[in-house]
């Protein structure tokens, strides 16, 4: 199941929150709930950066083959240290990253998060936990107030897994398949 290891990592502090109160320790339990919740926003971003540059790293696979030239450049120059250019984090959609594909994706894209209310949320929520993260290690960590609870923050990444799958869905399909985006009729009447 896709974010098993974040799910692990959650589980595993409320078994330690439960435990601090049922010890009697509710002052440490608070305190181990505040450092939680930022390591939580961290665990996530770090999450879904792995997740998204894989997906891009396999386009080349794919609709290129594998050339090794191609897989190279992109390695180089579009997924080392370029995660936080994909997105404009403050933005409440994914406009700046689907546009990486072209237009034809782009519009295929958009109208397919138009029809879709949940994958439209799950990218607000996306773009939610990736500026908290952004503003978390650049607005001194140690005194960031995550204003969620952990248990909001895990519901923020699951519906997030939605937008995720989305894209692998549709970057990672091969290119014969006349459903993929970039590779149909539908969007423009012709290929």
Not at 24 to 36: M, Q, S, Y
Not at 111 to 129: H, M, W
Not at 159 to 172: G, Q
Request: proline residues 3%; contains cysteine.
């Amino acid at each position: 199941m896709a974010g098993d290891s974040i799910e692990r990592f959650y589980e595993t502090h409320q078994k330690l929150y439960e435990f601090l109160l049922q010890s009697g320790e509710p002052t440490f339990a608070v305190e181990a709930n505040n450092n939680f919740r930022r390591s939580l926003i961290l665990a996530i971003a770090s999450y879904f950066e792995h997740e998204i540059t894989d997906i891009v790293r396999g386009i080349s696979k794919i609709h290129a083959n594998g050339s090794s030239i191609i897989c190279e450049l992109l390695e180089q120059k579009a997924i080392n240290r370029q995660y936080h250019t994909y997105f404009d984090w403050e933005k409440k959609n994914a406009n700046k990253f689907f546009g990486l594909f072209g237009a034809e994706f782009q519009a295929v894209a958009k109208e397919k998060v138009r029809g879709d209310s949940s994958l439209d949320q799950a990218i607000k929520n996306f773009l939610e936990l990736g500026d908290t993260r952004n503003r978390l290690v650049h607005l001194n960590y140690v005194v960031f107030d995550v204003d969620k609870t952990p248990n909001d923050i895990m519901s923020l990444f699951r519906s997030s897994l939605i937008f995720v799958d989305f894209l692998t869905t549709t970057l990672l399909k091969a290119p014969d398949n006349p459903d993929a985006p970039g590779h149909s009729d539908s969007a423009s009447g012709t290929k």
